[in-house]
């Protein structure tokens, strides 16, 4: 007859064999807990859409630098899709909590000048995010350059707009400058520590 403490034993290994088969089963891709900005270096303006536009599909994205604004579609989840790449990067999906559409470039062939929408998340390349750290000294920084996984010589950029509450957001080169660096931060939270 088994005791207690064998079935306790026994009960215990079944679920760390289950448990083990689970996580052997998972995919790579892990998402971030949501109610997240995305902040940019240069202003600590927070990625939205362009009059919280949660209904449109390509509904453009901007970036909020006025406190004052606070739009329910500043809020993302950041999927990662795989793990480190050999040249030190990672790929990740941005997908808009309100809105329930990811982030990618206005069109399938993205160039410098094109901005960037929310659309029905798809899981296709154009939606994918290649994020390449800012280091120096060899250290990250926290900082990341958002690129297109499509089109890595190009970046997410800010573009002052209007009377400087808000910018515009379109792809440029990519280089490590502080219009083009994002860090994804707890939502309502200061962003330089």
Same mark, same amino acid.
């Given at each position: ?5 064998? @079935? ?6 079944? +679920?760390? =064999?289950?448990?083990? $088969?689970?996580?052997?089963? /998972?995919? #790579? ?59 030190? @990067? ?6 808009? +909590?309100? =809105?329930?559409?990811? $982030?990618?470039?206005?069109? /399938?062939? #993205? ?61 440029d080169t990519s ?19």
């Open positions: 007859m088994p005791t207690l403490r064998s @079935t306790a034993i026994a009960a215990s290994s079944a +679920v760390l =064999a289950l448990s083990g $088969l689970v996580a052997a089963g /998972a995919t #790579p891709a892990a998402a971030e807990p949501g109610s997240r900005d995305l902040i940019n270096k240069k202003d600590g303006s927070r990625l939205a859409l362009v009059d919280n536009n949660t209904a449109a599909e390509g509904a453009f994205a901007n970036s909020l630098r006025n406190p004052g604004w606070k739009y329910s579609t500043e809020e993302w989840t950041s999927q990662l899709v795989s793990g480190r790449l050999s040249d030190g @990067t990672y790929n990740r999906v941005l997908k808009n +909590v309100a =809105a329930n559409k990811c $982030l990618q470039p206005q069109s /399938a062939s #993205p160039t410098r000048g094109m901005r960037v929408v929310v659309k029905t998340c798809n899981g296709s390349d154009l939606q994918r995010w290649n994020l390449q750290p800012e280091t120096v000294g060899g250290t990250n920084t926290g900082w990341w350059i958002w690129r297109p996984a499509v089109n890595s010589k190009l970046a997410l950029t800010i573009d002052a707009y209007g009377n400087g509450s808000w910018n515009t957001l379109y792809l280089y490590p400058s502080s219009d083009r660096l994002w860090a994804l931060r707890p939502n309502d939270q200061p962003w330089r520590n």
